[in-house]
């Protein structure tokens, strides 16, 4: 079957380093992407991987190792505004569809 | 500004009554979707259009239908056949399936 797993709630404190995992179980694969979501708010694109490795961008990097069949989103110097859902999505190769992982929500303390 | 807009953000509807949701892209892309997004579960996919006048089922179309009659307007509209219509719609456009989506701000569908 199908299936993307993320942790349900994370917390952290301003200025520290947070790593928000996601596995996945899917029967094809061409890509993984994450998005950042405020509440109440529409989903960004903050991210997409598709080889092996690390992709760094800004504060925030994405890895990907699809042999284990698993992406982390690694955040670094945490601000208030980095508060928000994070959601992991999986590109099936067959139809270029993406499976969806309910999300992380992330709080960060002062 | 290109982009992406939903409307209305906030939409109540009696039990039983149709309405429709809109979304507009001035981005030219040719990729449109609909996802609904409930409490504690990921999006999921209703309805999505690759080019104009043609549009195909996602996971869970029923009781939901769309029209592409424009490259830039791809509306929801939800049905009294959907029977728990209760949730964000978010409306979603790309370039094509294969590159990353851009959302529009969603719509709060409450029917009472």
Redesign the interface.
Known sequence: GQN?DQP?EMTATEGAIVQINCTYQTSGF??L?WYQQHA??????LS?NVLDGLEEKGRFSSFLSRSKGYSYLLLKELQMKDSASY?C?V?EDS?????????TKLIIKP | DGGITQSPKYLFRKEGQNVTLSCEQNLNHDAMYWYRQDPGQGLRLIYYSQIVNDFQKGDIAEGYSVSREKKESFPLTVTSAQKNPTAFYLCASSWGMNTEAFFGQGTRLTVV
Do not use: K, V
């Open positions: 993307i349900t061409n890509g992407f109440g708010e529409a989903p960004t694109f997409y959601l999505a590109r139809n270029y569809q993406l499976i969806w992982g309910a999300g």
